[in-house]
């Protein structure tokens, strides 16, 4: 069943009815202010650290029910009817209801009691302010006074202090009101030079900035009590719980619309100039004033949804396919790209499945996202490389996760993630193949952010690739460390302590457990590395680099290969893991995809082996399974991948993140078929049609399915922010449709299903569009490419010195 409808043309979902079965979100912003919004106008927002700098408050735990949100609320004055145009929070049958996500906006327009209301929420190009743009008409044949409540809930700040620390927070919670805005100055008074506001465009006939004032004592959201009565109390009292609460008196003739504009934002004064005079209190509006009044102007806000429409269009623009598969098409015109945005902006911060107060950047995450956006905004990627870089260790390690707002490393929440290193390594590579900036290498970059540590960037790729070769095990495969890609699979833990973190606990000595999976990775990186050094001339290193890699390729070969798949580690013991000789996690996917792209034992058709193997004991309808069979119970010397219940999470979900690797490697192997099959398993705008059971949002990747070992098989969670996202976005555009950048240029090599006739995209690659059109002619992969009409040799397609290419290439 299907909770609403693609509208491509629009690059929107269009959702028609509120309950969906959980809240399906959106998210607004791209820069520095961002916010999350559901499709009935739950959600929070922050300036560029969810956890730092939160504007706004959010309830935790309540998945379905969404509370904390952007509320308006509609009274009838003349019967004090009142409802929420966005359904939420009173939940009032609306008479039509539609909400309709798109590329940075989100707009909920419903009806009811005769009055259409349509909001559109976005953040402007360059701003720190969301604007609520309403509009409402009245559809009955007589007048109409309505009352207009809008409602935010003031964060104060830091939202782990903001939800525990409520015997100082109960106290300082300070607002200011000033003819139609209402501004929020918490701890202003002393180290804070910021604050928010929260502005209307229309003269209010009240306000609250009281909690409790606005929804009376003992009650809810759902029935504010001046919602109500129809009256504010012009609450503006020190400490509780502030909010911003407009209340506006609007007539409406029959057919008549208003349009009335809020906004809410964040602004930061110079320390010298907080106050309005110095010796009082009264916040400097002086600077934030123009951007104020500036946005409350209609035209302008027009204005700038144009403009963010326009910005879209750009950077979508930079890949368009058009193939016999609409949800190919979809993916990777529209929503896959949007997300890999999203997850470049906010790694696994902030969505409904991760609170914005637990993770900050990851090392590993942000490499991998980079892989999926790369192409739309090379600049911020190379800053994000550079960022990424700074916080690397000396010794070639890396913090695990870092905070946006400090870009320092955090260590709060592990390190010796042993994989860590070698996705630096692959976002440099990718981002080298997109731009042939080779520039970047030269950059002189910190070591944990240390001024007086800069080296070049290309001594911290080696750096990276030294880190792993001096943590090499018994077998000459790589040593685990803390986990490998798999956060869970922790073989020197050994927690038998409750609650006790899996990330930064370790009880063994970490010198025997081996990864399968870093053997791999390291290969992927060395190799690339390789190509590198060797482009800029460095010979004798690329030698040593290639010759690392094949050393590495065979070791894994020797001593990662199980007879039908590949190995997936060695554990604290030297005992195997993920072979036909363990009882339980006999199988795991992500070396057999990994291996593969390394082009580990391709020659020696293990990789064919390896990949029938997956297809024989983890493929399902829903996609592919991380193990088989999986962990029926807690195994102290595999850590928390047992911790799950079977079929959940890193025990034996669809763990979405793993399987483009399989369809890669299928590509790899040149089979298109079923790469493309894998492909669609786990494509969000397939799976729509069984939206009550996918139940998150059709429109974006998740990071697990629910295995066949689970109650809910098929039931997706985590959704939004994963390294899904990106991979998917690689594994069509890059291997399925074959569009793939490369050190010399723009490679083509598509490998298509055979009843695929072809297909056509618009690619633009450092500076130059190339139009391309793919004509399958045989049955098989062989590619024959001509530019503007000339044939060429190979695969790569050359630079002609025009900025508009035609590219044929017909597959035989
Ligand atoms: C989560 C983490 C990612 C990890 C994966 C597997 O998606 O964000 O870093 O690789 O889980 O454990
Ligand atoms: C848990 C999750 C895993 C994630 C990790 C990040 O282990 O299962 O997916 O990568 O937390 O901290």
Redesign the pocket.
């Known amino acids: 069943m299907r909770y609403g409808f693609f509208d491509d043309q629009q690059r929107e979902y269009v959702i028609q009815r509120p309950d969906t079965p959980l809240p399906w979100i959106n998210y607004l912003g791209m820069e520095n202010y961002f916010g999350l919004i559901s499709n009935t106008a739950g959600g929070y927002s922050f300036y560029q650290d969810a956890r730092l700098r939160r504007l706004t408050r959010y309830r935790y735990n309540n998945v379905p029910l969404d509370m904390g949100g952007r509320y308006i609320y509609l009274r009838d004055d003349a019967d004090g009817t009142y409802w929420s145009p966005t359904w939420m929070p009173t939940r009032d049958d609306l008479a039509e209801y539609t909400c309709r996500h798109g590329m940075g906006y989100t707009r909920i327009g419903s009806a009811y009691h005769d009055i259409r209301a349509d909001i559109c929420y976005f953040v402007p190009l360059g701003e720190t302010l969301e604007i609520w743009d309403l509009t409402l008409e009245n559809q009955s044949p007589s007048s109409r006074s309505l009352s207009v409540f809008s409602s935010v809930e003031f964060c104060l700040w830091e939202a782990v202090d903001d939800a525990t620390n409520f015997q100082r927070n109960l106290n300082i919670g300070e607002v200011e009101v000033e003819g139609s805005v209402i501004y929020h100055k918490t701890e202003y008074r002393e180290r804070r030079n910021h604050f928010a506001y929260f502005a209307c465009s229309e003269p209010l006939a009240g306000y609250e900035t009281q909690r409790e004032a606005f929804l009376g004592p003992y009650r809810g959201w759902e029935n504010p009590l001046a919602v109500e009565m129809g009256e504010c109390s012009n609450s503006l009292r020190v400490g509780w719980s502030p909010v911003g609460v407009h209340h506006i008196r609007i007539s409406l003739m029959p057919g008549e619309k208003q349009r009335v504009i809020f906004l809410l934002g964040y602004h930061e004064n110079p320390t010298a100039e907080k106050f309005y005079t110095r010796g009082t209190q009264t916040l400097n509006k002086r600077t934030v004033a123009p951007i104020i009044n500036s946005y409350l102007q209609s035209g302008v806000v027009d204005q700038t949804f144009c403009d963010l429409r326009n910005v879209w269009d750009d950077l979508l623009g930079g890949l368009q396919v058009e193939s016999p598969n609409e949800h190919v098409n979809r993916m990777v015109n529209i929503w896959n790209a949007y997300q890999t945005m999203v997850t470049f902006n906010l790694s696994r911060s902030a969505s409904y499945f991760e609170s914005g107060i637990g993770?900050g950047m990851g090392f590993r995450d942000s490499n991998q996202d980079l892989l999926g956006f790369v192409h739309m905004v090379p600049e911020r990627a190379r800053q994000r490389i550079l960022d990424l870089a700074a916080t690397q260790l000396k010794n070639g390690g890396a913090y695990h996760q870092y905070q946006p707002l400090t870009k320092r490393g955090n260590d709060a929440?592990g390190g010796n993630f042993n994989d860590d290193p070698a996705w630096l390594v692959l976002s440099a590579a990718a981002y080298l193949k997109e731009t042939a900036d080779w520039g970047i290498l030269d950059e002189l970059v910190p070591y944990e952010n240390q001024p007086g540590t800069e080296t070049r960037l290309l001594e911290h790729l080696e750096r990276c690739i030294q880190y792993i070769l001096d943590r090499i095990g018994p077998h000459g495969l790589p040593l685990m460390g803390r986990a490998d890609w798999n956060?869970?699979l922790n073989l020197n833990t050994f927690s038998a302590t409750p609650g006790e973190s899996?990330?930064t606990t370790t009880n063994r000595d970490g010198r025997v457990a081996e990864s399968v999976v870093i053997g791999a990775l390291f290969t992927l990186a060395a190799h690339e590395l390789a190509q590198i050094t060797a482009i800029i001339g460095q010979d004798e290193k690329s030698m040593r680099l290639q010759g690392l890699a094949d050393g590495m390729a065979a070791t894994v070969r020797r001593f990662g290969w199980d007879g039908t798949w590949f190995l997936r580690a060695y554990d604290h013991f030297g005992n195997p893991v993920g072979s036909k000789s363990c009882e339980e996690g006999k199988i795991f996917i992500e070396p057999q995809g990994l291996c593969v792209m390394a082009g580990i034992g391709i020659k020696e058709s293990l990789a064919e082996k390896a990949l029938k193997s997956v297809e024989r004991h983890l493929a399902t309808d829903h996609g592919i399974l991380l193990l088989q069979p999986p962990y029926q119970s807690y195994h102290l010397h595999l850590g928390?991948i047992s911790s799950y219940p079977p079929g959940y999470?890193?025990n034996a979900s669809v763990f979405c993140h793993t399987n483009p690797w399989v369809m890669i490697a299928e590509a790899i192997l040149g089979h298109g078929e079923q790469a493309l099959d894998y492909y669609l398993r786990i494509n969000p705008s397939k799976r729509e049609v069984m939206s009550d059971l996918h139940r998150c949002e059709p429109y974006v990747y998740a990071q697990m399915i629910a295995g066949k070992d689970a109650d809910h098989f098929g039931e997706a969670k985590n959704s939004w922010l994963t390294g899904t996202a990106s991979w998917n976005y690689v594994a069509i555009t890059q291997w399925i449709l074959g569009i793939r950048p490369d050190y010399q240029g723009l490679r083509l090599e598509p490998v298509i299903p055979l009843d695929w006739d072809g297909y056509r995209a618009v690619r633009k690659f450092r500076g130059v569009t190339y139009e391309i059109e793919v004509r399958r002619i045989g049955s098989g992969n062989q590619v024959s490419i001509s530019v503007d009409g000339e044939a060429v040799q190979g695969s790569i397609i050359p630079e002609t010195g025009n900025d508009h290419v035609k590219v044929v290439a017909a597959l035989e």
Do not use: A, I, L, S
């Open positions: 993770r929440v956060d869970c899996f990330q928390e999470k890193e």
